[in-house]
């Protein structure tokens, strides 16, 4: 997948706080563009962020070319495991609202599983999404109320307030955070919640990984938030923070070989023979895993 260099745009200051302040951590090839990225920590609040991100534009091809490319479609065999999660995650939001959710806004929602979970509860359902692969196959579910637009662009789609405002694998995806997470701010209830998930760029599992971590990915992952970073975000972005940990998820062995084969060709091996000797039931299946994700819930700042 080449990305022609004018979309290419670099990132002088850090992602969240704008400082210049910052030292090389990184370079790392993106095997799906052909260009490098370089990858830095900010000297003043600690964030690792690409300074090498795509424009919007950019951005709509890179993410228009993954949703159409065999890789999604591999990913959607997981659909259900995926749905299942995300359900178990808003019925957690709906006990800490105290009441049942009228309305949610799920920030990048790709191709609609964790719409399909919010509409399966008896929400209401609406979507924002970059990609207009994605937002076909998600309104050829049947989701009507999806738009293909950036998520910092909230404003402009006309879409009121909500409940619950998620973003699940997104934030690290975008290079304006901290407008996205601000535009977010402008359209939750006064009493709702907003929930996210990050990877960890301190878990154990990137540490060990250093390198070859599987969510260094360039040109895809533009912040690499750790509790600390991610806590700051959301404070400057006019939220309190009400819960922030690691976050397990479900993984199986055919689902982690897979992504190996795409992330760490290296590790993929090992998996792969220990699946082949094992009973195609044990393969498929999930375990709640901690994989270096963290998860937040937060609200709105009073002022
Ligand atoms: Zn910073």
Request: proline content about 4%; overall charge neutral.
């Amino acid at each position: 997948m080449q990305i022609e260099s004018n979309f290419i745009i670099e990132a002088e200051r850090c992602l969240s706080c704008q400082s210049v302040n910052r030292k090389l951590r990184y370079r790392k090839l993106s095997k799906l563009i052909g260009l490098e990225a370089q990858i830095f920590k900010c000297g003043d609040c600690g964030l690792v962020y690409s300074g090498s991100t795509l424009t919007d534009e950019g951005a709509t091809k890179f993410y228009e070319r993954k949703h159409s490319g065999s890789n999604y479609a591999e990913y959607a065999k997981f659909d259900a495991i995926k749905i299942g999660q995300f359900t178990s995650r808003y019925l957690k939001l709906e006990r800490q609202l105290g009441h049942r959710p009228g309305s949610v806004l799920d920030l990048g929602c790709g191709e609609g599983q964790a719409l399909e979970a919010a509409e399966n509860l008896g929400w209401d359902i609406t979507g924002v999404e970059i990609s207009p692969a994605a937002v076909e196959k998600s309104r050829n579910k049947g989701f009507k109320n999806v738009f293909c637009s950036p998520l910092e662009q909230l404003d402009d789609l006309g879409i009121g307030s909500f409940d619950i405002i998620s973003l699940f694998d997104v934030l690290d995806h975008v290079r304006r955070p901290v407008e996205v997470l601000t535009a977010a701010r402008r359209h939750l209830s006064p009493n709702g919640l907003l929930h996210l998930d990050v990877c960890d760029i301190s878990s154990i599992y990137s540490l060990l990984m250093g390198e070859s971590y599987t969510h260094l990915v360039p040109f895809e992952h533009l912040t690499f938030f750790d509790p600390k970073t991610l806590r700051a975000t959301l404070n400057r972005c006019g939220f309190e923070v009400l819960h922030l940990g690691g976050c397990p998820r479900p993984v199986s062995l055919d689902f982690l070989k897979m992504t190996l084969k795409t992330f760490n060709p290296i590790l993929a091996k090992p998996v792969e023979l220990l699946a082949n000797i094992l009973p195609n039931k044990l393969n498929s299946m999930a375990l709640q895993i901690p994989v270096g994700i963290i998860s937040a819930t937060a609200r709105l700042a009073s002022v």
